[in-house]
């Protein structure tokens, strides 16, 4: 079977082509700058192979119907392309970012569920349209296949109560929905599945840590496989530090900023997601600069690595103490999987509550999973690549043999 992935933003959409036989990846894409005056799509077809192939076009791209063509153009090329017709297509997996509290799981898209995820918008306003869009394109063009909805949110839908409410009215909770629901669901629960299967145990049996580091940051807290907290919030912008979005601050600040710096409320929200984080603290919201410009004496720079790394090391304590045993913490993402500075810096002086780093492993680089932590390190520490294309390639596979 054959699997298309999309994951559609509001002028973007990332795609990726598996055969699900081998989990193998026949293409991987991106439509850029949709609506502007000069789009661009780039397609590496058989990506890592010999036969392998990037074609890239400019184009004005008017909509997302149209850069989904193009790209089903690069894919059935009888020359060069990797499928001989779109029919070969047999389910397409959509990355939806808020399932708010109705979808748990995976979920075959119907009109129902279309209206559910409307009815989302509301908590992203910014996500949930773009996914759409790429929902109904992908049902215009791959009739014939069966769509699926995978949610950002779904992973952490087992969340208690006692750690999903925020203390405000209770009010706020029953009308608008108002709660933590989580974000990069996908993500940590793949890292959880493939830390299950390295260690050859039960993911059921298992108590993770699953800090994923990239331009956005979360931690989960995984109770016997399941997701028991998590550090983003009632949207993604609460908990660690991140790229560009500040975390957590003192709820107050809001009101401050509005009173005394003459900004609106729009203002506010744009400060905490965009010009805060990495970048509010040093001018920069990429770790590889960061770290060049740590040698280059920047102060500020250096700085921004201590606030972030000091804030993980407050979460994984924080969710030891919710977990009581826990059996590996896993770093992932772009931070999390290539930066030894990052990860170390996170669990310094955590020997007393039972995690010894190894310096040598966990200076290596590692495309594989990877444990980094001392044999006699009672939790382990592992480094473990996310995958979330085929993570939602799998979820669409297992929805369909449900
Ligand atoms: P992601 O959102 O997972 O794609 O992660 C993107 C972020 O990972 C970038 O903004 C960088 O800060 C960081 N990153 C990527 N590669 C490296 C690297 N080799 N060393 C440190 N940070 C990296």
């Not at 055969?19 to 058989?46: F, N």
């Not at 399941?226 to 660690?240: H, K």
Request: proline share 3%; with cysteine.
């Amino acid at each position: 079977m054959k699997i298309l992935v999309i994951n559609s933003g509001s002028s973007s959409i990332k795609f990726q082509l598996l055969d699900m036989a081998h989990e193998s990846v026949l293409a991987s894409g991106l439509v850029e700058r949709i609506g502007e005056s000069q789009g661009l799509i780039k397609c590496t077809l058989r990506p890592g192979t010999d036969k392998a192939l990037v074609v890239e076009k400019m184009d004005y791209i008017a909509d997302h119907t149209s850069g989904m063509r193009l790209a089903v153009e690069i894919l059935t090329d009888k020359d060069q392309g990797v499928i001989a017709d779109k029919s070969d297509v047999g389910a397409v997996g959509h990355r939806v970012v808020h399932g708010g509290e109705d979808f748990h799981q995976p979920t075959v898209i119907t009109s129902e569920v279309l209206a559910a995820i409307e009815k989302n918008i509301p908590l992203a306003p910014l996500h949930n349209p773009a996914n759409m869009d790429g929902i109904r394109v992908a049902q215009e063009l791959f009739g014939g296949a069966i769509q699926v909805a995978v949610f950002d949110t779904a992973f952490h839908q087992t969340i208690p109560p006692h750690a999903y409410h925020y203390a405000l009215p209770y009010e706020l909770y029953e009308k608008e929905r108002v709660r933590r629901y989580g974000f990069h669901g996908t993500s940590h629960k793949f890292v959880a599945g493939e830390c299950a299967k390295v260690k050859g145990r039960p993911l059921e049996e298992l108590n993770l840590i699953t800090i994923h580091l990239g331009n956005g940051c979360s931690m989960t807290a995984v109770e016997n496989g399941r997701s028991v907290d998590t550090s983003l919030g009632f949207t993604p912008l609460e908990g660690l530090v991140m790229g560009t979005r500040s975390g957590d601050v003192d709820p107050a600040i809001h009101a401050f900023l509005a009173r005394n710096c003459n900004m609106d409320i729009e203002a506010i929200d744009a400060l905490l997601n965009k010009d805060s984080g990495l970048k509010g603290l040093c001018g920069m919201n990429d770790m590889r600069d960061i770290h060049a410009a740590i040698t280059a004496g920047n102060e500020r720079a250096k700085l921004a690595l201590a606030v972030q790394t000091y804030r993980n090391k407050k979460y994984i304590g924080a969710f030891m103490a919710v977990l009581g045993r826990v059996d590996a913490i896993i770093f992932t993402a772009g931070i999390g999987e290539n930066d030894e500075v990052v990860r170390a810096m996170s669990l310094q002086g955590l020997e007393p509550f039972g995690i010894s780093l190894d310096r040598e492993a966990n200076s290596r680089r590692m495309k594989n999973p990877t444990l980094i932590s001392k044999k006699k390190s009672r939790v382990q520490v592992w480094v473990i690549p996310t995958n979330e294309e085929l993570a939602i390639a799998r979820e669409t596979r297992t929805v369909l043999s449900r």
